[in-house]
């Protein structure tokens, strides 16, 4: 089993619509969890850090289930601009040593 | 520009040569990290630096590849006898050591071996 999985998509979605992903991990020592957000032949960008308690930005929602050890993101009312690829990124150990995983990244399209 | 910085942003060599990246984090970060990315693949993590140390190493860091923070600010990444499996994008992003450890990524190394 992969330490961080991620279904690649793509996810074709009408603007407007909500869409959710889900990331997978398999270490349950993972402490730390975000999402990026990376746009064709660009960096990853951060979209949000995802807390035990959940968090949202806007129309951005991140979840954290550690009994089932997955994050989830939800996009509610899409715009074309959020079409691009998000990572989920796990990390294990606190303070110097630590483990980053990234996963293989969701693509989302919205299309008109 | 405060963010991370990286160069050079495009690299082609051919086979057999040595390469090296620079990654100049943001200022008051301590920690430093490589990834490479190939398409349609996720960031792999290659190693991890606090301060001048390098604390971790990926298993995907073979022999050729040595990376170096000799004075805990910037960062190179040297590939030597380079092959064309290394072709990828080299990301490096920084993180302070408060907070939740947020990463901010360089606009990445693009390197092509012929």
């Known amino acids: 089993r992969k330490e961080v999985e991620q279904d690649p998509g793509p996810f074709n979605v009408p603007e407007g619509a909500t869409v959710a992903f889900n990331c997978t991990y398999s270490?349950?020592?993972?402490?730390?969890f975000f999402w990026y957000r990376q746009d064709c032949r660009k960096e990853p960008k951060l979209l949000m850090s995802?807390?035990?308690s959940g968090n949202e930005d806007g129309r951005f929602t991140a979840q954290l289930n550690r009994a089932s050890q997955y994050i989830s993101l939800l996009i509610r009312d899409s715009k074309l601009s959020d079409s691009a690829t998000y990572l989920c990124v796990v990390i294990v150990g606190p303070g110097g040593y630590q483990k980053v995983t990234f996963g293989i990244g969701t693509k989302l399209q919205v299309i008109p | 520009d405060t963010g991370v910085s990286q160069d050079p942003r495009h690299k082609i060599t051919k086979r057999g040569q040595n390469v090296t990246f620079r990654c100049d984090p943001i200022s008051e970060h301590n920690r430093l990290y490589w990834y490479r990315q190939t398409l349609g693949q996720g960031p792999e993590f290659l190693t991890y630096f606090q301060n001048e140390a390098q604390l971790e190493k990926s298993r995907l860091l073979s022999d050729r590849f040595s990376a170096e923070r000799p004075k805990g600010s910037f960062s190179t990444l040297e590939i030597q006898r380079t092959e064309q499996g290394d072709s990828a994008m080299y990301l490096c992003?920084?993180?302070?050591?408060?907070?939740?450890?947020?990463?901010?990524f360089g606009p990445g190394t693009r390197l092509l071996v012929l």
């Open positions: 995802v807390y035990s």
């Open positions: 270490n349950s020592a993972s402490q730390s």
């Open positions: 992003a920084s993180s302070s050591r408060q907070g939740q450890e947020t990463q901010y």
